[in-house]
């Protein structure tokens, strides 16, 4: 059981580290174009659907595909490194649970 837990978590940390590098390629290719032509917009635009569509793209029309892009990869990225997390640390409780036992 405590080696099925272990790997367990320790397919999860991969998983984490797999999607941090992933997202991050996108997030970073999409980022890259923004900051080449200077498209501003703070953290309150990214989780604020409606702030975003009222501010930001009426503002750069042309660069609305690669705003969407970033922002929608930002979301999934921080999406599913909490969900990792939070697996990471039940299976992690789980485990030490077993190991005193």
């Known amino acids: 059981m405590y080696t ?11 998983g ?4 941090n590098l992933y997202f991050r390629a996108k997030v970073m290719k999409a980022y890259g174009i923004l900051v080449r032509n200077k498209v501003e917009f703070g953290a ?4 604020n659907r409606k702030k975003l569509e009222e501010e930001i793209l009426p503002r750069y ?7 969407e ?12 490194a909490s ?12 485990l030490m649970y077993f190991r005193e036992g």
């Open 4 to 14: 099925l837990l272990m790997s367990i978590v320790i397919g999860l940390f991969v």
């Open 16 to 19: 984490l580290l797999f999607i």
């Open 44 to 47: 309150a635009h990214i989780f």
């Open 61 to 67: 029309p042309q660069f609305t595909n690669e705003i």
């Open 69 to 80: 892009s970033f922002i929608r990869h930002m979301r999934y990225s921080i999406r599913m």
């Open 83 to 94: 969900v990792l997390l939070v697996l990471i640390t039940i299976f992690g409780g789980i």
